[in-house]
């Protein structure tokens, strides 16, 4: 797909020293504790116990877009005992904290949510109010637009948008990663990550839907 940054399929999980070299454009993931199994959504996949699995993506400057940035992933998750990251772009540190999609804890089960530090989370945070932890698969994809607005699809559906700010995506210095933030003790994904994509730009409504209708 044109400008997609990232797309891990999962298929190749059992390769040698435990990396994930399926992303696309030299991104590669080193997998830290994470098993692998031929049957996940789409081909193989990862699923993360929840107390120390991660992928880890590294840091590449071509996966900080500014202005437009699209997310997806397939999860499969259990209840959660707390929040929980599925993709983080960026990591915790001084200057930003990039992009985020995860299960955010509210009051009926977690929901899943993303957000962007476009100048301050709280204007470019959006949730799906329904939970995700629920045992089953959902597509969910976080779009952002700085000319327009911020978006979350799950399954092929936008459950939620909210108006961009409009300064761009604020980075800070740390790294991506799928099933956790990159803070000491933070919480991390139980349950199946499957077909992470990161895209530079915008995903219509018609080819989000077309990825999940797709699987």
């Given at each position: 797909?044109?400008?997609?940054?990232?797309?891990?399929?999962?298929?190749?999980?059992?390769?040698?020293?435990?990396?994930?070299?399926?992303?696309?454009?030299?991104h590669?993931?080193?997998?830290?504790?994470?098993?692998?199994?031929?049957?996940?959504k789409v081909?193989?996949?990862?699923?993360?116990?929840g107390?120390?699995?991660?992928i880890?993506?590294?840091?590449?400057d071509?996966?900080?877009?500014?202005?437009?940035?699209?997310?997806?992933?397939?999860?499969?998750?259990?209840?959660?005992?707390?929040?929980?990251?599925v993709?983080?772009?960026?990591?915790?540190?001084?200057?930003?904290?990039?992009?985020?999609?995860?299960?955010?804890?509210?009051?009926?089960?977690?929901?899943?949510?993303?957000?962007?530090?476009?100048?301050?989370w709280?204007?470019?945070?959006?949730?799906?109010?329904?939970?995700?932890?629920?045992?089953?698969?959902?597509?969910i994809?976080?779009?952002?637009?700085?000319?327009?607005?911020?978006h979350?699809?799950?399954?092929?559906?936008?459950?939620?948008?909210?108006?961009?700010?409009?300064?761009?995506?604020?980075?800070?210095?740390?790294?991506?990663?799928?099933?956790?933030?990159?803070?000491?003790?933070?919480?991390?994904?139980?349950?199946?990550?499957?077909?992470?994509?990161?895209?530079?730009?915008?995903?219509?409504?018609?080819?989000?839907?077309?990825?999940?209708?797709?699987?």
């Open positions: 797909a044109q400008h997609v940054l990232v797309m891990e399929q999962l298929d190749i999980g059992k390769v040698a020293d435990k990396f994930v070299p399926s992303f696309k454009r030299g590669v993931g080193k997998v830290n504790g994470g098993l692998w199994t031929p049957e996940g081909g193989g996949m990862y699923t993360f116990d107390a120390d699995d991660c880890a993506i590294g840091t590449h071509s996966l900080r877009p500014t202005t437009a940035l699209s997310i997806c992933a397939w999860i499969k998750a259990p209840p959660q005992t707390a929040g929980t990251t993709v983080y772009n960026d990591g915790d540190s001084p200057g930003g904290d990039g992009a985020i999609i995860s299960l955010t804890d509210y009051g009926n089960g977690h929901v899943a949510a993303f957000g962007v530090n476009d100048g301050g709280g204007n470019n945070h959006v949730t799906s109010r329904t939970a995700m932890d629920d045992d089953r698969w959902h597509h994809v976080g779009i952002y637009n700085r000319t327009e607005a911020t979350l699809y799950i399954d092929g559906t936008e459950v939620d948008t909210r108006n961009s700010v409009g300064h761009g995506i604020h980075y800070g210095r740390g790294a991506a990663f799928v099933g956790t933030h990159d803070a000491p003790g933070d919480p991390k994904f139980l349950g199946a990550i499957d077909e992470v994509m990161v895209f530079s730009r915008v995903l219509s409504a018609d080819e989000v839907k077309t990825l999940y209708d797709a699987h």
